[in-house]
């Protein structure tokens, strides 16, 4: 089992910058593909990005170009830079972890998330 606690989030204008982190512990960090997902107010938690344990990386299409999500496997880290964000980005935004060399895109395949961290972009 993995345990994972999120960092980073907080207010910022539109056209800002946050980075958020996504640390773990517990078993090999290595074993487990991560995502990121958020959820706003009303709507469904959706999925942001994800990157396997070789650190190919997978974005929603509207995060392309915006967010740069990457790991680093002797620091049990994840990170999200998020970067021209824009009011629709605001939401809770959560790590997760699957113990699986693949990827997954929807947030039921994820047994195991953090707390989540809240971002707030001002227009």
């Known amino acids: 089992q993995v345990q994972l606690v999120e960092s980073g989030g907080g207010l910022v204008q539109a056209g800002g910058s946050l980075r958020l982190s996504c640390a773990t512990s517990?078993?090999?960090?290595?074993?487990?593909?991560m995502g990121w997902f958020r959820q706003a107010p009303g709507k469904e938690r959706e999925f942001v990005a994800a990157?396997?344990?070789?650190?190919?990386?997978y974005y929603a299409d509207s995060m392309k170009g915006r967010f740069t999500i990457s790991r680093d496997n002797a620091k049990n880290t994840m990170s999200l830079q998020m970067n021209s964000l824009e009011p629709e980005d605001t939401a809770v935004y959560y790590c997760?972890?699957?113990?699986?060399?693949?990827?997954?895109?929807?947030?039921?395949?994820?047994?195991?998330w953090g707390q989540g961290t809240r971002v707030t972009v001002s227009s």
């Open positions: 990157i396997n344990w070789r650190s190919k990386t």
């Open positions: 997760a972890a699957r113990s699986s060399v693949v990827v997954a895109t929807t947030w039921n395949e994820y047994p195991y």
């Open positions: 517990g078993r090999t960090f290595g074993d487990y593909a």
